[in-house]
């Protein structure tokens, strides 16, 4: 399958700092990337939806000025938690599908602990 | 709303036997149906996917079945391995644009 890369992998910031997650589609051009976080023990929660060269669009509940998204080209989207605090911590994951819509394939998650 | 749902939160499977999970979708427009293997710490692992136009499609050792009857979806793992031992989910893609809607997961457990 297609391979889509997320770094870091694992993330301990202080309260107040912003992180930066980056994830990128190695061997095709993702028209779509996908945000999700999933809790302990629960299924992923779709945070929100980033089409190359548009505005991100926020699924109901998330805040978009808390994580700011960017997907500047076919092969990269950015999440940054801005303002960290605690109750961010979560496991963060991305997903990215091409042009054909078929599949949707999933980064390594990346681990943010907020303290 | 729109919902994906499965039927056994837990599944604790022989090795050697088949495994058999389940999953309930709620919206009849959905066209799209993905089984992701999610092993812990780790992003969810593409396994196979069926388009609506299909009732069956055969992997490596697996199989995924749909009847839009009953709006049902289920994974067979044939000959179970420890390696198998992960959480699954089934994801549909509805008919809000190109998003998929997750289930609430099936742990797999193998017993040596």
């Known amino acids: 399958g297609a391979v889509v890369s997320q770094h870091p992998s694992r993330v301990i910031c202080k309260s107040g700092t912003s992180v930066k997650i980056e994830c990128r589609s190695l061997?095709?051009?993702?028209?779509?990337m996908f945000w999700y976080r999933q809790f302990p023990k629960q299924s992923l929660m779709l945070m929100a939806t980033?089409?190359?060269?548009?505005?991100?669009?926020?699924e109901q509940g998330v805040e978009k000025d808390k994580f700011l998204i960017n997907h500047a080209s076919l092969t990269l989207s950015t999440l940054t938690v801005t303002s960290a605090h605690p109750e961010d911590s979560s496991f963060y994951i991305c997903?990215?599908?091409?042009?054909?819509?078929?599949?949707?394939?999933f980064g390594q998650g990346t681990r943010l602990t907020v303290v | 709303g729109e919902s994906v749902g499965l039927h056994l939160p837990t599944l604790s499977v022989q090795e050697g036997d088949n495994s058999i999970i389940n999953c309930a979708y709620s919206?009849?427009?959905?066209?799209?149906f993905i089984w992701y293997k999610q092993e812990s710490g780790k992003g969810p692992q593409f396994i196979i996917d069926?388009?609506?136009?299909?009732d069956k499609r055969q992997g490596q050792r697996v199989t995924v079945l749909l009847n839009k009857t009953v709006k049902h979806l289920s994974l067979q793992i044939a000959a179970t391995q420890p390696g198998d031992s992960a959480v699954y989910f089934c994801?549909?893609?509805?008919?809000?644009?190109?998003?998929?809607?997750f289930g609430g997961g099936t742990r797999v457990l193998v017993k040596p």
């Open positions: 997903s990215a599908r091409g042009w054909g819509g078929e599949g949707a394939f």
């Open positions: 061997d095709f051009q993702a028209t779509t």
């Open positions: 980033s089409n190359e060269g548009s505005k991100a669009t926020y």
């Open positions: 919206n009849s427009a959905s066209d799209y």
């Open positions: 069926i388009r609506s136009n299909m």
């Open positions: 994801a549909e893609n509805g008919a809000a644009g190109n998003k998929l809607t």
